[in-house]
């Protein structure tokens, strides 16, 4: 019998349509001094698909493609969008569900990939208030095996598009502050090593995209734009980062960075995210059967925030 009554899905949350971009947004941002011009350049990144973000159709796919494997009721809740995590909180009370498992759309641990995680599930189970369910977060995993497994999969299927091409790894930088606070960039190498070695490849560099940052705050580089015009040759780019092909892939990667590598004129093949590969669905119905230990207390601190605030990292829209 499972230790849990429900499975939780957390995600980032995105717009589906153009009047959801800026009420998005501006909960991305809510609590940060972000001028109102930088929040209109970001969102022509949503009007750019008509301000819809792909994030919460593969969820739902996510969600479907685990329903046949998990023995239990699936429900799912955003950070930023709905369906707003507090509001599935609390369906899950009424629900009399008691004690829940979440998975959160985020394989790496940093704060904004684990650590505020964890604070946005408190903050939801705090607004339910009595009645809440005991939720227990599965940690970053992509150490497993079965992760790697799926990108490997995906990075082959790209090599065969073009075999010669160098191979680039791309996650979303994030301040160095919180970097240095989490073991965000040795899991993101290792990953990468594994990867790599899973393909025959041993020729690799990590590169990062989507920065979003103030100027005078440090993010971690190489830029994946200001590479490609270092190196000026054929490339795989593998979004090994993110777990799915959502805005920050479909406009930082197939539209900027593509168009770097058309005014170099060099050819560009992009791998796919791991997705709802059959070894991803594998390792989550194999993970939400475990006991999951809460991360210690000091763990993905949050960031030192610069005086002049602009976006924090998000591990996905």
């Known amino acids: 019998m499972s230790k849990y009554d429900a499975l939780l899905i957390v995600s980032f949350g995105g717009p589906e349509k153009r009047e959801d971009v800026i009420p998005f947004l501006e909960n991305v941002l809510r609590g940060r001094n972000v001028p109102r011009e930088r929040i209109l350049q970001v969102a022509e990144h949503y ?58 759309t985020s394989a790496f641990g940093s704060y904004s990939g684990c650590r505020q995680y964890i604070e946005d599930i408190e903050r939801a189970r705090a607004a339910v208030g009595e009645g809440a369910p005991q939720v227990s977060k599965i940690r970053p995993f992509s150490g497993q095996p079965k992760f790697n497994q799926a990108m490997t999969d995906r ?42 070695q899973g393909v025959g490849r041993n020729d ?11 100027p005078t705050q440090p993010w971690l580089e190489p830029d994946i734009g200001d590479y490609l015009r270092e190196i000026r040759s054929d490339v795989v780019i593998v979004p090994i980062g993110f777990l799915s092909d959502h805005m920050e892939v479909l406009y930082d990667l197939d539209t900027e960075a593509r168009a770097v590598c058309q005014e170099l004129g060099v050819k560009m093949v992009r791998a796919g995210t791991a997705g709802t590969h059959p070894a991803m669905i594998e390792m989550i ?23 002049a605030s602009g976006f924090q990292a998000r591990p996905t829209t």
Not at 182 to 191: F, G, I
Not at 204 to 214: I, V
Request: charged share 20%; net charge neutral; proline share 7%.
């Open 47 to 104: 009007y750019h698909f008509d301000g819809r973000s792909p994030i919460n159709e593969q969820n739902r796919a996510l969600i479907e493609a685990l329903r046949p494997v998990v023995n239990m009721p699936i429900y799912w809740g955003n950070r930023n969008w709905h369906p707003m995590l507090a509001d599935t909180m609390r369906q899950m009370a009424d629900d009399g569900i008691k004690r829940a498992v979440a998975f959160v």
């Open 155 to 196: 990075v082959r299927a790209a090599l065969a598009e073009l075999p010669h091409g160098r191979l680039v790894f791309t996650a979303h930088s994030v301040p160095v502050s919180m970097a240095e606070s989490s073991p965000y960039v040795r899991e993101l190498e290792s990953a990468c090593a594994a990867v790599a």
């Open 204 to 214: 690799w560099k990590l590169a990062y995209q989507s920065r979003s940052g103030p």
């Open 285 to 307: 119905a194999e993970m939400v059967e475990q006991d999951h230990e809460q991360c210690a207390e000091g763990c993905c601190a949050a960031p030192r925030r610069p005086v």
